[in-house]
């Protein structure tokens, strides 16, 4: 696009129009900007755009938005796919960026940073060195929003290196970055804390920097990660000395007087403390002589720190600080005396996991937010978290005393909730959350508490203080306690005995009926995850028949949960009804027509804007599972099934739902799998599905790849009848010439060699070994390679061992013998997966007995290494060494924000078997088969074997013969 005028103004109208509130205008404007965004100098016109200062800001917001997401989509070059950015367009991106962003409003400085940072994970510093230096440069510039910006940058460029793999590539890194920043970042800092120290009087140049010395802070913490870099060990008394500086000193400017929002002085210890507790962790003995003070300074925070809300990040940080420095053994003097522990305990523990107001506004107001904290385990510190752990961590050398302790606190709050219930009902909260810290020693997301401590008694406490809040009649009183007690339940599900969850469950089914989000969410998850618990003896730990009595009821309040305006869409509802469908199995046969109608019903209003991805997909896994479960019962349903199915799927296929689309074509692929041939209605839509915009979109191949398996398998002749099989070949080639999708063209080439007639297909085969053996010399993989093995096996399997040495040897003359020298006998090791390498034994064993060129004629030499090959097939583990220079594209390396493909578990393919049981077992059926060619031959075989063959490969020959009960003549 040319940077004039009228494209300048082009574009701000469309960007205008994608915050309309009318849907229609919106989506037209989204539709054109992404069909404008692949044309050169299309980010070079975002760019202008923000940089004119003459349009409106929201404008100019929304295309720093736009063009964060035009960075993250495209900048990425993807191997087997066009570079979406033109060079130029990419230089001049590099060149623009840091200048524009440091100018620019913070909420546009804050996209276009994010944008720089996608550019460098890419591109830095390899291929952007001017970067560094260029953002260096600016710390001299005086001015704190510059610097702040820089500062921005060089955090969101470098954070991720707290979450990386050591790697020698990530060392390599980070040591540049070292040797170019660390030392100007630590000279920053001194010049920072030296105007710290200075009487300034303007409030906003002091929020500033304050602002700076956070965002230096959180570089520290990003460096620091890894290891202990040379530079930071040197210069750890400057930083600590000023670290314990900031966290003691106070700055009454700064004070804020938003009970809610953390002010700059917050953001700040709380980063020191983030800080600190990383050295406590990590670097322990270098860190051992600054401890003590940093321990003072932390707890004198915290019995300073008053309980609103926007110093709640400052404490849970100050808290995990302490915890880390609790549970290491060389610390433990610290906190050996009673009076130490007493303290810790009642005036840091008790103190932060009381219920304030501001939770229960949040349990009211924001129910998804309070969820996420609270069962999920959000990336949000809470105070109750950190307080859990804090517990955990003096427990590890101190349990018998902090269960004492707090066993007393327990006593007296649960004898002040019985007083006076609704009055007091915080203090059982509290008690509850107090035993289920100390009780749970070790736990996982798929499993809940897996380690209990021996000092309590979980079963006892929950049969006392647990079960009463569950069986109360009453669903909506007290709601913050019957979430508590679920939450409890979920926890320790497999430590509780099979007969409390089942006496349960009618109970959680009747508190889905609670108004309360909360409430009946927190029912919808711990009905869900006890239906996927299992006993110790590994049967679930409620039975099938338990439930049965209350399907009908956990069936109809599941969905009516889905009435509540504020759970239209509740993820762990959703859940819940897909775990049950899958626990009940043909149980559930009864209420489908009436639940699929639900189904339906919901998805058709989902489609019209889908926000809840994950809510989404179980709704798929519950509409995939009806089918599965019914269609299992009677095949003949399946047709019921698709006039329910295809009315919301042809909506969803016209109105281009890009995320729905892998869904649809798994659940297609479902059903057209049960029929014995191709019904109308499928084939009308076959030539849509091969229209190659549908193919672009990464997310739809593994998906759209089964759905035409299905058809070649149903109706192969009404594809070729069609003309439609050279756009099909057309697919298989496209996939076939890339390396994340090559496997997925496989499958298509070899659906068409098990289900094509021969007189079809063979007019194309040449074609297709020709671009098989193109792409083998072109690109060679270790993954193309297992493939390639498994389809020329396949390929003998099908339509003879002498055809495939045919028609290799047609391309080239005595090519087979390359293809069984530098491929089979090289790599049929590799080949992965118990049906593949079935098929790898089954064709071999083919090419051995069935093909005269392999017995007595050109590659006759090659007959006994062949057959020791598939001996190491049968007997040796599957080779998974790749060479030391390949590189592979993960097939889940999407480019930007396109739906990746989201598998449904309960679509799954059945089991494939292309010799329909007819070889239960590979080895028998290569002794039968040597035993019916020596029958031929009498006496060829036994001396071809006995002086190529070594010793232990004849041997274990032997016992297949002997398996098989033939000898050989």
């Known amino acids: 696009m040319e940077l004039n005028q009228a494209n300048l103004q082009t574009l701000a109208t469309y960007l205008q129009q994608t915050l309309s509130a009318d849907l229609t205008e919106r989506k037209s404007a989204e539709k054109y900007l992404e069909s404008v965004e692949g044309l050169p100098g299309y ?43 033109s060079e130029p367009d990419r230089e001049a991106i590099k060149k623009e960026i840091v200048g524009l962003m440091l100018k620019m409003p913070e909420q546009i400085q804050r996209q276009l940073s994010d944008g720089i940072s996608i550019i460098g994970r890419e591109d830095f510093p390899d ?48 040591k540049y970055v070292l040797d170019n920043f660390a030392a100007q970042l630590t000279e920053l800092f001194n ?139 060389h610390y433990k003097n610290l906190f050996e005396s009673e009076e130490v522990l007493t303290n810790i305990c009642k005036n840091v523990v008790v103190v932060n996991m009381y219920f304030r107001d501001a939770d229960e506004e949040l349990f009211e107001d924001n129910p998804e937010e309070y969820i996420r904290r609270d069962i999920e385990g959000s990336d949000i510190d809470t105070r109750r978290r950190a307080a859990s752990d804090l517990v955990r961590a003096l427990c590890k050398f101190f349990e018998q005393a902090v269960t004492q302790i707090f066993s007393h606190d327990v006593t007296t709050m649960l004898q002040e909730y019985m007083k006076d219930p609704v009055k007091n009902w915080k203090s059982k909260d509290v008690a509850i959350y107090l035993v289920t810290s100390i009780a749970s020693k070790s736990k996982t997301q798929k499993h809940g508490t897996t380690q209990t401590s021996e000092l309590v008694n979980v079963s006892d406490f929950c049969k006392g203080n647990i079960v009463p809040d569950i069986e109360s009649p009453n669903v909506n009183e007290f709601p913050v306690l019957k979430a508590d007690a679920m939450k409890y339940l979920i926890t320790f599900r497999s430590q509780l005995s099979p007969d409390i969850l089942t006496v349960l469950i009618p109970h959680l089914i009747r508190l889905l009926t609670a108004q309360s989000y909360v409430v009946h969410t927190y029912a919808a998850i711990a009905l869900e995850r006890i239906f996927t618990t299992k006993s110790p003896t590994g049967g679930p730990v409620v039975s099938v028949d338990s439930v049965r009595p209350h399907l009908e009821s956990l069936l109809t309040n599941l969905f009516n949960v889905m009435e509540h305006p504020d759970s239209a869409e509740n993820e762990y509802v959703m859940k819940a009804i897909m775990r049950s469908f899958s626990m009940m199995q043909e149980a559930i046969s009864p209420y489908v027509p009436i639940l699929l109608n639900k189904l339906t019903q919901k998805l058709m209003i989902v489609s019209k804007n889908p926000s809840k991805p994950h809510f989404n997909h179980y709704l798929f896994e519950c509409i995939s599972l009806s089918v599965k479960i019914c269609c299992k019962a009677d095949p003949k349903v399946v047709s019921s099934f698709e006039e329910a199915l295809f009315p919301p799927f042809q909506e969803i296929l016209i109105a281009d739902v890009q995320e729905f689309m892998p869904y649809v074509f798994q659940i297609m692929s479902m059903m057209l799998e049960i029929h014995h041939d191709i019904p109308d209605p499928y084939m009308t839509l076959f030539p849509h599905l091969l229209v190659p915009v549908l193919w672009e979109r990464l ?29 099909v070949l057309g697919v298989f080639q496209k996939l076939i010439a890339s390396k994340s999708n090559d496997h997925e063209g496989f499958y298509i080439v070899s659906s068409l060699v098990e289900h094509m007639k021969l007189d079809v297909i063979k007019k194309h085969i040449t074609d297709i070994f020709m671009i098989l053996f193109k792409r083998l010399q072109s690109s060679k993989t270790t993954k193309y390679i297992k493939h390639l093995l498994v389809f020329f096996s396949l390929y003998a399997y099908k339509y003879g061992a002498p055809a495939l040495i045919e028609i290799i040897d047609t391309i080239q003359p005595k090519m087979f013998g390359m293809v069984i020298e530098s491929l089979y006998l090289q790599d049929v090791q590799k080949v992965s997966g118990g049906t593949e390498r079935k098929i790898c034994a089954v064709g071999m064993t083919k090419l051995l007995t069935e093909c005269p060129p392999m017995i007595e004629g050109d590659y006759a030499k090659l007959w006994p290494r062949f057959l020791q090959s598939l001996i190491g097939l049968f007997e040796l583990p599957e080779d998974e060494s790749v060479p030391d220079d390949e590189h592979f594209i993960e097939i889940e390396d999407t480019p930007g924000y396109q739906a990746a493909f989201s598998q449904l578990v309960f679509a799954g393919k059945r089991e494939y078997d292309p010799f329909k049981g007819s070889i239960p077992n590979a080895k028998i059926y290569l002794a039968q088969n040597l035993h019916k060619l020596s029958s031929a031959k009498p006496g060829k075989l036994q001396s071809v074997i006995a002086e190529g063959l070594p010793a232990e490969a004849a041997q274990y020959l032997q016992g297949y013969l002997t398996q098989a009960q033939v000898t050989l003549m």
């Open 699 to 727: 997310g739809n191949v593994p998906a759209l790849v089964r759905l035409l398996q299905a058809f070649i398998e149903k109706g192969s002749d009404s594809i070729a009848s069609s003309g439609k099989l050279t756009a």
């Open 43 to 85: 980010p070079i016109l975002l760019l202008h755009l923000i940089n004119n200062g003459d349009a409106m800001l929201n404008i100019r917001v929304s295309a720093a938005i736009m063009f964060k997401n035009y960075i993250k989509r495209n900048w990425r070059i993807l191997e087997d796919f066009p570079n979406k950015i």
């Open 127 to 174: 291929k952007w060195q001017g970067l560094l230096p260029d953002l260096v440069s600016r710390f001299k510039s005086g001015d704190f929003r510059v610097i702040n910006g820089v500062l921005q940058t060089a955090h969101s460029l470098f954070k991720r290196y707290r979450h990386e793999f050591k790697s020698q590539e990530l060392w390599t890194e980070i």
């Open 191 to 329: 010049d920072s804390m030296d105007l710290v120290g200075k009487p300034l009087t303007n409030v906003n140049d002091i929020k500033l920097l304050y602002g700076s010395l956070t965002l230096i802070c959180k570089v520290f913490y990003s460096l620091n990660f890894q290891d202990l870099p040379e530079h930071f060990e040197d210069n750890m008394k400057t930083w600590m000395k000023y670290f314990h500086v900031l966290l003691v000193t106070d700055n009454k400017v700064l004070h804020t007087d938003s009970s809610d929002e953390a002010g700059p002085l917050e953001k700040l210890r709380s980063q020191i403390c983030d800080n600190v507790a990383l050295y406590a962790q990590k670097y322990d003995e270098e860190f051992q002589p600054f401890l003590p003070d940093f321990v003072k300074a932390v707890w004198d925070l915290l019995v300073s720190t008053s309980q609103e809300v926007k110093y709640d990040l400052l404490v849970s940080n100050a808290i995990l600080f302490l915890a880390s420095v609790a549970e290491r053994v």
